[in-house]
C-alpha cells in the first residue's frame, strides 16, 4: 500500500522557479512516487542564520511504496541531478535543491541518517504555511496540531505567497480521461495511488 508522504522543497540557486517545477515531475517519474498535491510556492527570508538570497519554498504531498531510506535516496539523487554538491555546502547555506521528507504517513523515526518528522518542521515558517496549505487538518504523529504550531510561530514574516503553479503532476493525476464514463471510471479504478489524492490515502497524518 502506497504512504502518504509531505516532501518539503527550497532553493535559492538558480532559477528558482524552474528548478521547483522540473523537481516535482522529477520525483513524479519514479514508478515508485505519485505526486498527489503541491503548495503555493513561497518567497521566504533565509532562516539559520547565513546571509543568503530568498528562497522559493514548497511542500508537495506524495503517495509512494518506497521504504523511508529508500525515499531519502530518490530525494538525494534529484537533489544532485539539480546541481546540489554537498561536499562544498555550508550548512544552511545556499543550495539549488533542498528535498526533506517532512512526514511519512504516521511514522515517527530517529536514525542516524534520517529523522521523521523532520526535526525542524515546528521551528520553520517556510515549511509550515506551504504544508498547511496541502494539510489543512494535518496532525504531527505525536497527536500536535499543525495549526498549533503554527500559531507557536507567530508572528510569522518574511514569507509571501510568490504563485500557484498552474501545472503540475498532482494536477495531471486529477485529470480525467476524456469520453462520456471515463471520468467515472477511473475514479472507480482508483487503486494505484494516482487518484484525487484526497481519499483515505491521504495519511493518517489528516485529521
Ligand atoms: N536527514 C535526516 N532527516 C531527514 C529528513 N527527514 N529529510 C539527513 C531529509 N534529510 C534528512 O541534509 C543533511 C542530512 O540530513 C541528509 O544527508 C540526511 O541524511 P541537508 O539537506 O544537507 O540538511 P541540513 O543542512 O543538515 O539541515 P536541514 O535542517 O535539513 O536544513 P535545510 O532545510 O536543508 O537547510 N531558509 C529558507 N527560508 N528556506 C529554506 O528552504 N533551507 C536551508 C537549508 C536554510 N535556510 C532556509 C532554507
Ligand atoms: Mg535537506
Redesign the pocket.
Known sequence: MPVRVAI?M???VGDRLATIEAALWTLDEADEIAVADVSGVWE?????G?D?A??L?AVALADTTLSPHAL?AD??AT?AAFGRD?PR?V???P?TL?????LYGDLELAED????????LVE?A?VLVPLLEVLPGGTLPDGTRLTAAMTALAPVE?IDLHVRLADHPGRRHLQRPDGPSGGAAWLAADGDGRGDGRGDGRGASEV
Open positions: 518539503g527550497g532553493t535559492n521566504t527570508a533565509p532562516w539559520g547565513v543568503q530568498s528562497y519554498n531519502l530525494l538525494q537533489e554537498r555546502e550548512r544552511w547555506g543550495r533542498d528535498l526533506d521528507i517532512l541518517d534520517l529523522v521523521i518528522p523532520h526535526p525542524r520553520r517556510f518574511g
